[in-house]
């Protein structure tokens, strides 16, 4: 059974510094993987997918995101964050022909001035 | 394409009373998703269709909950009777059947029960 696990619930950095935001999945198969964001009382928004062309994958905003399937891992970067970054960002795992899409806990993004 | 559209945004009901959520997927969609986000829970996976039939009802919270998708531009969510702890804001999902393919969000119902 697929299944996805982000590592920190809550992340917290300054303006201009690196953003990392862990997640690590479990997948029989090549799974899809994708990263949502959600601000404040808003919908949810795509901000990358892993489509298996490329193992780094980048985004809007600035991220990105590296596929490592040893480490079964896709944690999401930006170099700089900025303060319109704070949200909170869903690591997505797809199951492979079935196509159910579960969401990891989530992990809340501050970004101090 | 206008997106995936749900109605209403906004509900406040009583306890007991039948609450139906509604949703309208992308044209050409294959597949549909009903989840629930709640602080404690996040989100969670509901029930999802592949062509209007349903795939896996496994999150449903109980019998409470049902949904319909009787053709492939509309499916409900009904909870009947309502209580308090369905509060929470219900997002409806829809995705091409293709692989690596993304699935594209409605903007939520937030559902109040009192």
């Known amino acids: 059974a697929q299944s996805v696990t982000q590592l920190d619930s809550h992340v917290s950095v300054s303006e201009g510094t690196p953003v990392l935001l862990r997640c690590n999945y479990s997948s029989s198969y090549s799974p899809s993987l994708f990263w949502y964001v959600q601000h404040p009382n808003k919908g949810l928004q795509l901000l990358l997918k892993?489509?298996?062309?490329?193992?780094l994958v980048k985004g809007i905003n600035g991220f990105e995101a590296e596929f490592k399937k040893s480490e079964t891992s896709f944690h999401l970067t930006k170099p700089s964050a900025h303060m319109s970054d704070a949200a909170e960002y869903f690591c997505v795992v797809s199951t492979t022909g079935g196509f159910k899409t579960i969401f990891g806990a989530g992990t809340r993004l501050f970004v101090k001035a | 394409d206008a997106g995936v559209i749900q109605s209403p945004r906004h509900e406040v009901t009583e306890m007991g009373q039948e609450v139906t959520l509604r949703c309208k997927p992308i044209s050409g969609h294959d597949y549909l998703f009903w989840y629930r986000q709640t602080m404690m829970r996040g989100l969670e996976l509901l029930i999802y269709f592949n062509n209007n039939v349903p795939i896996d009802d496994s999150g449903m919270p109980e019998d409470r909950f049902s949904a319909k998708m009787p053709n492939a531009s509309f499916s409900t969510l009904k909870i009947q009777p309502s209580e308090p702890r369905d509060s929470a804001v219900y997002f409806c999902?829809?995705?091409?059947?293709?692989?690596?393919?993304?699935?594209?969000f409605g903007q939520g119902t937030r559902l109040t029960v009192v």
């Open positions: 999902a829809s995705r091409p059947g293709a692989e690596f393919t993304e699935a594209f």
């Open positions: 892993y489509t298996s062309a490329a193992t």
